[in-house]
């Protein structure tokens, strides 16, 4: 196996274990060479994907030992917003502790690019339904890859490979006796893409919606395909298999819940089988009424069902089809409203197909805002759930004034103008979003991202970096050698080096537990300390040795945290390390301990600050001119309002 990959193509060079596909595999024009374990793809010319060089990806992971994280694939109806940043970052940070562990990772992500919602979204924005797949996808491709997520493959519906492997599985599972077709009735939510049972539902102002997410669903009675939880494999029911692995295995995590008094998520689950209304699944729809899809296999009349195309994407993306197949993954991030086809429906059809089953779904929360519509302006703030079908999300485009590529624009926030943009650095959103908590809803509030770049990431991490290398304290401007036998004789020192002692094992216990934001207090907690012994200590007062001795603790502290932080900010971790002179072999989780020696070395310089302060940018103040104006088109406004509805 190839320890290390490297695409070459025009000019530019992606290397490591992280393959992002950005040029066209081709026979004619490809060469593909392996020597000391390095596998040297060259093209030509920068293209998109192929699909060719998608399938040589998991034959290339097959062959040794591979960690596989996924997300769930993303809605191609409209922009990228938080709740999507939130989820590819965290399968990001998930997928770069495993390579600082030297361990080769698989990480998935991609869009869902059939159904109706994409039907209408193109309809709405006068495209062609594929012109509209294409061009969300390039956005989502965008956040993702200016956000510093590194995913190893992007998977799209719409690719003839995808195609392939969702009829491929249909036909087996249908030749199996799990399909069946029939009468099938209910309540559909185009919204959700998701038929819905009676009892899911409710009456609000005399229209029915989901309980959820408040959508409004729709009547139906059609003819199509089910896959039934009550068909037989191996002498049990697919029902029982499922519930068995949700008892013996506890997959969901986290387990346990912030609010103690609610039902974790496997109980929820368990709860759900418990009732007979989910022992079958329609996964189909008359192609009359949605004919973006793909076709069942022999026929014509039926589409299948957006989410059974979805789920099998993760089998496309590993190889499904091909020999050997990389499989089962290791951690499956999603958002907990998709829950129900994850840890039911997903785990049905692979146990139909003699598949293992996923190791773990970790499940998020999700992103609320405030509801600035409300009618009392002094009520207490009341947040709703993010979503794009409301029009309530904060969206992300990525910054074209930038100059480094790691800045996204940010539309939507409450208090600012809707035609303003707020522009931050990709390593503050990642910040804030790991600062969350990961068991629950989490409020996005633009003044903590504003406090929280400041007070933490410029004031304590950059700050620390910045005077160890200021000339009054390291007028040299070199990463002294220093013995730790020598500083633990430092009696002000002893405290901190015990704090550097365990600090790697106790933020590497958090990280695995996915509770990032309490290890990065950790890291936080040694950055403070190592501040605290420059404040009292006073070094520019003393003699040289001494000065040295403060000096390189604080630095040694500047290089675990930098090291410890690469999945949380890989950007500005990286830039730490390269002014610490720190090599690239030398970065790994192994490497975040305090070094029993250390040689002297001279320190990168740094012309400019690695984050500038942030200010809170809100819309300016009317006068009364603007005021009276305003107030003169204000029935224009809401009669084009009322013809957008309309």
């Not at 769930?72 to 709740?83: L, T, V």
């Not at 086809?341 to 089953?357: E, T, V």
């Not at 979003?433 to 989490?442: F, G, Q, T």
Request: aromatic letters at 8%; hydrophobic letters at 35%.
């Amino acid at each position: 196996m190839f320890k290390k990959l490297v695409l070459i193509g025009g000019a530019a060079i992606y290397t490591g274990t992280v393959l992002w596909g950005v040029t066209k595999y081709r026979k004619a024009k490809t060469t593909l060479k392996g020597e000391n374990n390095v596998l040297y793809i060259k093209n030509s010319k920068p293209r998109p994907v192929s699909e060719e060089f998608c399938h040589l990806l998991p034959t290339l992971y097959s062959e040794q030992e591979c960690c596989i994280i996924t997300t769930p694939i993303f809605y191609a109806n409209g922009d990228p917003h938080i709740g999507h940043a939130y989820t590819s970052i965290m399968a990001d940070v998930m997928a770069r502790c495993q390579s600082l562990d030297d361990k080769t990772v698989l990480y998935v992500t991609g869009m869902d690019e059939h159904g109706l919602k994409i039907k209408q979204a193109a309809t709405k924005n006068k495209r062609t339904v594929q012109a509209q797949c294409d061009y969300v996808s390039q956005q989502f491709c965008d956040i993702v890859k200016t956000s510093e997520c590194s995913p190893t493959t992007f998977i799209r519906t719409t690719e003839e490979r995808h195609c392939n492997v969702v009829q491929a599985i249909w036909t087996r599972l249908a030749k199996d006796g799990f399909i069946k077709k029939k009468i099938y009735s209910g309540y559909y939510s185009v919204s959700d893409e998701d038929v819905v049972n009676k009892r899911k539902t409710i009456v609000i102002n005399g229209k029915r919606v989901t309980k959820d997410s408040r959508q409004p669903v729709e009547t139906f009675q059609e003819e199509n395909y089910v896959f039934s939880l009550l068909g037989v494999k191996n002498g049990e029911s697919l029902k029982d298999l499922v519930i068995k692995w949700l008892k013996l295995k506890s997959p969901i995590k986290p387990e346990v819940l912030e609010n103690q008094s609610s039902l974790s998520y496997c109980e929820q689950i368990l709860r759900e089988l418990q009732k007979n209304d989910l022992d079958e699944w329609s996964i189909s729809r008359l192609r009359s009424n949605n004919g973006w899809g793909i076709q069942v296999p022999g026929d014509s009349t039926q589409t299948i069902h957006v989410w059974f195309d979805a789920l099998c994407s993760y089998l496309t993306a590993t190889g499904y089809l091909n020999e050997p197949h990389v499989w089962p993954p290791d951690i499956q991030v999603i958002g907990k409203d998709i829950l129900k086809f994850h840890s039911i429906l997903w785990p049905a059809i692979l146990l139909a197909l003699g598949l293992d089953l996923p190791k773990q779904i970790f499940v998020h929360g999700h992103w609320l805002v405030e509801d600035v519509n409300q009618n009392n302006p002094n009520k207490r703030k009341k947040w709703i759930k993010m979503s794009k079908s409301t029009g309530t999300a904060v969206t992300l485009q990525r910054s074209n004034t930038a100059n480094d590529g790691h800045f996204l624009k940010m539309k939507g926030i409450a208090g600012v103008p809707d035609e303003l943009s707020v522009t931050v650095c990709s390593s503050t959103l990642r910040y804030f979003l790991l600062r969350s908590r990961e068991k629950n809803d989490n409020h996005f509030q633009y003044e903590r991202l504003v406090d929280l770049h400041n007070t933490e990431l410029v004031n304590k991490l950059c700050n620390l970096l910045s005077r160890c290398t200021s000339e009054k304290i390291n007028p040299t401007e070199e990463f002294p050698k220093f013995s730790r036998k020598k500083l633990t004789e430092v009696g002000y020192l002893q405290k901190h080096l015990k704090e550097l002692g365990v600090l790697k094992s106790v933020v590497a216990k958090k990280f695995a537990e996915f509770q990032y934001s309490k290890g990065i207090d950790a890291i936080l907690c040694a950055i403070t300390s190592a501040d605290s012994i420059i404040t009292s200590k006073k070094p520019w007062t003393l003699e040289a040795t001494q000065r040295e001795k403060i000096v390189s603790i604080c630095l040694e502290t500047c290089r675990i945290a930098a090291i410890l932080l690469q999945p949380i900010i890989p950007n500005i971790s990286s830039q730490i390390l390269d002014i610490l002179g720190i090599k690239e072999k030398k970065r790994k989780w192994r490497n975040a301990i305090l070094q029993e020696e250390a040689p002297r070395r001279v320190l990168k310089k740094n012309k400019k600050p690695l984050l500038k302060r942030m200010k809170i940018q809100k819309g300016k103040e009317k006068g009364w001119f603007s005021s009276l104006i305003s107030l003169f088109l204000k029935p224009f406004q809401w009669l084009k309002k009322s013809e957008k509805m309309t």
